[in-house]
Each structure stands twice: as structure tokens, then as C-alpha cells.
């Protein structure tokens, strides 16, 4: 890997969208251009290479960021393609946390849909560069303008079109280069194959030539702005090269300024060489990044790490997986240094050494086997027994811990049983592998009811793990209805003073702290805060009550729900100097919260989710009805050509069936997208039956 491709040679990037965008068909698409497969699959068909569970395979979708490495040129592109659906966006967020650049896959008939939304801000998080490419530009209703215009409003984005789409919908025939102005000629009709024998390169025609003009004046303008001395030049009538104009335009993609954007039609493959050499062009080599920050774990001063692989190792554990073939897979990204199979690592997350078994390059799920892996390259590890999601890998020394990615909470669960006593292991052994891979996926027991509850981000999710469980582990279960997720917080201050006195005969037990709980912003989680002063409280003994405090938490006083966004502060107590003990303090801590809980206006909060409907125009008013019924908002209702759009936010509790409720009343003619926004407080009139 090393020799055959020098750092400024590798470009990691992934494939991001809204669900049925067209990603996986994009990512088969540049496979087959590169030669890494020797026939594009299809979604529709299942024969995709991305695709490879049978669950996706069934289902049409995108399940698991699936990563795979192809040629162009002289450059290795190492690529991720990942879910549209908003129930696994774990996926994306991961995906992105060690991507360097993106490719956003917009619908050229539907243009930014909710999803993209979230997938541009997921990328705007971690700082991603991006480019556009607009598929489907041979559909009906297809328009580019209105995509472009749709990236400039629903996403705050600076888009570019570097590409002139020759026709729209069926007469779409070919692209305009607006940097190099030339045209590519396709075989026109939706579903004509294009190869790279196939296309023309030809003068741009002439019917086009005033749009070519047009275009390209507001492309060399938007370029120039953002570099100075292109400015000067193209200010004083220089006539700008496109090399020129390609290295200022690289430079504002790195920096985030721009966004270059194409179009094409990838089911039949056009646009595609295009958007390769855009990927070489604009999107940054892990050397054209900044370097990755870390945080020292003995002095906790942050250290940068160069993509150097002369440098100290740095690696970052971005997903975990289940293979049937060589057992569990550890994704790694190497942000610096060089890692050898068969090495001793540290993991510097958990303070463990792993031994690094054999490490792969993975394509969907074949391997290939590798004997060393360099900075800026990602790879897939064997051996790795205790190393989880988000975990770094370091050398014995000069070692750094990597920000891990950040995941959403989950809002729905269920209970989940084993159907025999013969299932009773594999359903323990299933659901600890599944929530290794997944962290959006949490399995916890409820001692009060006896019973499994599994958590995660939707009732898809959750559906796709328990198909899962049948297939991989062989285990039959049944499942409960789902539930929403709720939360309590508190509405008022209180100051709680919880006393914990046994005497047995011999050493008593003696704990006595005073809290001061204080309501927070939502969103803003748990904060504990010492603020003992004077030795009231020895040292020793204030994590035992942070101990308390937090087991405490997990249960609030209206229904048994966690309680969140709230400060507790250690503010006072009292100790005895033989009888005190952590096991005092921690069950002091704990009384404080229940007792403060209970008498500091608990409030219940639910999660708000907001809502996408895309429903043909005759049916507007019977959507709106229905979701009037559901308590929800609507935000906003924009139509184009008989179908409308409705975006609305709905308490989740209320959404569960809405598919069915949704094909019913539209003839199963519309189509919905959900995901999570935030909690809050549920209304006093519906208090009494949700508890």
C-alpha cells in the first residue's frame, strides 16, 4: 500500500444522501468505471456490491455503511456507502468522523429532501469537505436549476455548478465541462447504458452556447472571489486557465467556501467519469487536511498527529462487525504512523493491550489480505477482542486518545423474550454482539417488570436487528409492541438533604450529603459538580456519591423514566470517622435524588419527530387531517407539479403504524421520512394517560 500509492494519492471519501437518492447506485456505478467490478448490479435487482446483507437485498435500502477501496488514474479512493434511512444514521455519523471528503447524491426531481439535510449537517460537524452530484437527471421532473437553488436555500451551502446538464428529463443527452468547455455526449433515453466507449467528446453545441456562457460567468466569478490574486488577474481581462481555475477551486472545497456540483444519471451510468475526476480534483488527500487533534492521556494537553506514517501510531476504531467467516471485524482509520499484522497495541480508550491479528482491505464483505497499513488509509482488523466504537489504537508510547464520533440516543423500545429455553444463550450471546456493532442499539434488564428491552432509533431499526437474530444467530424471539422512550427532568430548584444511618452491632454504616439539583437546557445532559469545601466531606468518598447520583437517575419519580439536563451539586454532608463508607455515601447519594425528585415538579418529557410527507396533490387535505389526529405541527406545505410536500413535527408516541395509516388514506401513493428532533414536556391534559 505503501509504495504503490504515496498519501497525497489516497482519497477517502463516501457517498451521502437521503434514502432512494441513488447512493448505492452511484458507489456500484464508479466500481464498475474503475474496473473493481466487472458488472454494475442494481438495487431493484438485488445484485448490488455494496448491498450484501439479505436484509438490504430484500428491502431496497442501505443497512450498513459497507466500505470498499477502487483505482482512478493514479489514486486510490477508498469509499464508504452509506444508509439513507434516518433509523440508521449511526452509520453516516461514523462514516463521516473518518471520511475526508463527501460526495452529497441530490435527486434531481425531489432535490434536497429532509435526510439531506441531515447527512450536510452531520458533514458541517466534522468539518467534511463535499461535492454534489445530481442524479436522476434523465426522470421526469427533473430540473437542475431547481436543485441548485434548493442546495442554496434548505442547506446555507455556497454551490457551484462546474457541470451544464445538455436537456432535462428525456431529452437529457450529455454534460457541459464549464471549466474545460467541452461537451460529453451520451446515448440518449432513461436506462441507455453509458460506457466509456460510448460517450463523445465534443465542441460544446451551439443551442447551448448562450446557457454555456451564462453558467460559466457565474462559475469564474464565484472561483475568483475566493482567491485574491485570481481576483487581481481575472479583474485586469487575464483569460483564466482551467488548470488555474481548478487549483482555486480545490482550495475553496478544502477550506469548505464551495461546493462544486455535477449531474448525470447513474442508473445508466452517465455523469460518472465526470464525478471521478472531480473526486480527484477538489476532494482533499488525507495530507490536505488539517491534523487530527488528540488528547494526551497522562498530562491532558491535546497533541496533534501528522498523516505521517514515519510518525507515532494513531488509529481510530470507527465501527465494529460480525463476520460469519472470520469472526468480529474492527474498522480502523490510520490517521498516523504504520500498523503491522501480528503487532502488540495499546488501546488507549480502555487501557488494554491487543494483539492486531490479520488486517484486511475490505470490499463490501470480501477481504484481502494486508501486511502493514500507513497513515490516511482505513482497513478492517482481526484479533481486536476489546476494542469498541470509537476506541483508539496507539504504540506504547506517544499516545493520544481521538475524539470518538458522537451518536444520538435512542427513542423507541421493545421487550424482547426468547421463544424456547434453548434460545435463552444465543438471544444473551446475539444482542451483546449487535450492540457492539451498533451504538445507537442498547440492551438493558428492567428489574422491576423482569424483562429484556432493547432500544433503538426507530421501529425499522429495530425490526432489521430482530430479522438479524433470526438469520445470523439462529434465534427465535418475540417481541413486544414498541414504546417511546420518554424522559423527566425537573422544573424547579431544590436542595435535598439525605441522611444514611444503619447501626448493626459492631461498625455502622453512616453517609450524609446535601445536593442542590438545578434544571438545565434540554439537550445539555447530566452535570455533577463537587463543591465541597472545608473537608466536610472526604475526598475519598465524593466519587462513591457521583456513584449514587447517577444509578439514581436512571429511575424518575413519575414513571420510572431517566431523568435528564439537570445539574447536581455537592454542597454540604457530614461524616463519621468509623462508621462512613463508600457503600454509605453511594446509598446517601441515591436518597438525596429520590427524595429531591419527588418534591422539585418532576416533569415528563416525550420526543418530538419531525415528519417529511410527499403525497400527490388530491390528497393534501386528508394527510393534514390525519395529522391533526396525531397532535402534530405543521411547518410548512410547498407544492410543485400535483405533488406537495408537508413537513410537520409529531410527538413519536403518535407515529407508530403511520405507514399503514398513510397508504391507506393516499391509495398507498404517498411516502414519509421521520427523524428525531428533540424532547419536550408533554402536555398536563395527556399526563395522566401516558403514565
Not at 93 to 122: C, F, H, K, Y
Not at 137 to 156: C, F, H, K, P, W
Not at 368 to 384: Q, R, S
Not at 393 to 403: F, G
Request: one cysteine or more; glycine letters at 8%; aromatic letters at 6%.
Amino acid at each position: 500500500m505503501t509504495n504503490a500509492f504515496p498519501i497525497e494519492k489516497i482519497r477517502n471519501i463516501g457517498f451521502i444522501a437521503h434514502i432512494d437518492a441513488g447512493k448505492t447506485t452511484v458507489t456500484e456505478q464508479v466500481l464498475y468505471a474503475t474496473g473493481r467490478i466487472h458488472r454494475a448490479g442494481g438495487v431493484d435487482d438485488g445484485t448490488t456490491a455494496m448491498d450484501w446483507m439479505p436484509q438490504e437485498r430484500e428491502r431496497g435500502i442501505t443497512i450498513t455503511a459497507a466500505a470498499t477501496s477502487a483505482h482512478w488514474q493514479d489514486c486510490r479512493i477508498n469509499i464508504i456507502d452509506t444508509p439513507g434511512h434516518v433509523d440508521f444514521t449511526a452509520e453516516v455519523e461514523r462514516s463521516l468522523r473518518v471520511l475526508d471528503g463527501g460526495v452529497v447524491v441530490l435527486d434531481a426531481v425531489a432535490g434536497v429532501q429532509s435526510q439531506s439535510e441531515t447527512v450536510w449537517r452531520q458533514a458541517d460537524t466534522y468539518s467534511v469537505p463535499r461535492i454534489c452530484f445530481v442524479n436522476k437527471m434523465d426522470r421526469v421532473g427533473a430540473s437542475y436549476e431547481r436543485t441548485l437553488e434548493s442546495i442554496r436555500r434548505r442547506l446555507n451551502g455556497n454551490p457551484v455548478a462546474i457541470q451544464l446538464p445538455m436537456g432535462e428529463e428525456s431529452d437529457f443527452c450529455g454534460t457541459i465541462d464549464l471549466i474545460g468547455g467541452r461537451a460529453t455526449v451520451y446515448p440518449v433515453g432513461r436506462g441507455a447504458r453509458s460506457s466509456a466507449e460510448d460517450y463523445e467528446d465534443v465542441p460544446v453545441p451551439s443551442e447551448f452556447e448562450e446557457d454555456y456562457l451564462r453558467y460559466r460567468q457565474e462559475m469564474v466569478e464565484k472561483i475568483v472571489e475566493t482567491d485574491e490574486q485570481l481576483l487581481i488577474r481575472y479583474l485586469e481581462g487575464e483569460e483564466l486557465s482551467p488548470g488555474d481555475l481548478r487549483d482555486a477551486l480545490r482550495r475553496a472545497t478544502v477550506s469548505r467556501t464551495l461546493v462544486p456540483v455535477l449531474c448525470g444519471s447513474a442508473i445508466s451510468g452517465k455523469g460518472i467519469h465526470p464525478l471521478l475526476n472531480s473526486v480527484l480534483y477538489y476532494l482533499p488527500s488525507p495530507s490536505d487536511v488539517p491534523p487530527v487533534e488528540g488528547v494526551n492521556p497522562r498530562t491532558e494537553e491535546t497533541e496533534l498527529r501528522h498523516p505521517d506514517e514515519e510518525g507515532p501510531l494513531a488509529a481510530l476504531a470507527f465501527k465494529v462487525a460480525t463476520d460469519p467467516y472470520v469472526g468480529r471485524l474492527v474498522f480502523l482509520r490510520v490517521y498516523s504512523g504504520r500498523v503491522k499484522a501480528g503487532a502488540s497495541v495499546q488501546n488507549v480508550s480502555r487501557k488494554g493491550r491487543e494483539r492486531m491479528g490479520r488486517l484486511l482491505l475490505m470490499h463490501a464483505n470480501h477481504r484481502e489480505e494486508l501486511e502493514d497499513v500507513t497513515a490516511g488509509n482505513i482497513c478492517a482488523a482481526v484479533g481486536l477482542k476489546n476494542t469498541f466504537t470509537g476506541d483508539t489504537i496507539c504504540a506504547d508510547v506517544n499516545q493520544v486518545i481521538l475524539e470518538p464520533p458522537k451518536f444520538p440516543s435512542p427513542v423507541v423500545s421493545v421487550a424482547i423474550e426468547p421463544m424456547t429455553r434453548a434460545d435463552q444463550d444465543r438471544l444473551s450471546d446475539a444482542l451483546r454482539k449487535l450492540s457492539d456493532e451498533d451504538p445507537t442499539f442498547v440492551v438493558r434488564f428492567n428489574e422491576e417488570t423482569g424483562q429484556t428491552v432493547m432500544s433503538g432509533m426507530g421501529e425499522l431499526h429495530l425490526e432489521v436487528l430482530v430479522d438479524r437474530m433470526r438469520r445470523e444467530f439462529s434465534v427465535e424471539a418475540q417481541v413486544g409492541r414498541p414504546r417511546v422512550s420518554y424522559r423527566e427532568t425537573l422544573s424547579r430548584p431544590y436542595r435535598s438533604d439525605a441522611r444514611f444511618v444503619r447501626q448493626t452491632g459492631g461498625h455502622g454504616q453512616y453517609g450524609h450529603v446535601v445536593l442542590m439539583l438545578e434544571p438545565l437546557e434540554r439537550g445539555e445532559g447530566i452535570q455533577f459538580v463537587n463543591a465541597i469545601a472545608g473537608g466536610v466531606i472526604p475526598r475519598e468518598y465524593i466519587p462513591a456519591v457521583e456513584r449514587g447520583v447517577r444509578e439514581a437517575l436512571d429511575n424518575g419519580p413519575l414513571g420510572g423514566y431517566p431523568l435528564v439536563d439537570l445539574k447536581v451539586s455537592l454542597v454540604d454532608g457530614s461524616f463519621h470517622n468509623v462508621d462512613s463508607s463508600e457503600i454509605a455515601f453511594r446509598s446517601a447519594g441515591m436518597m438525596a435524588i429520590r427524595e429531591g425528585a419527588a418534591k422539585a415538579g418532576a416533569v415528563l418529557l416525550e420526543p418530538i419527530a419531525e415528519l417529511e410527507v410527499v403525497t400527490p396533490g388530491e390528497f393534501l387535505s386528508d394527510v393534514i387531517g390525519d395529522l391533526g389526529t396525531r397532535r402534530a405541527q405543521i411547518r410548512t406545505i410547498e407544492g410543485q407539479e400535483g405533488i406537495q410536500t408537508v413537513r410537520a413535527l409529531a410527538p413519536l408516541g403518535e407515529t407508530f403504524s403511520y405507514t399503514t395509516a398513510l397508504r391507506s388514506i393516499t391509495q398507498g401513493r404517498a411516502s414519509y421520512t421521520m427523524e428525531f428532533r428533540y424532547y419536550e414536556p408533554v402536555p398536563e391534559g395527556l399526563l395522566r394517560t401516558l403514565l
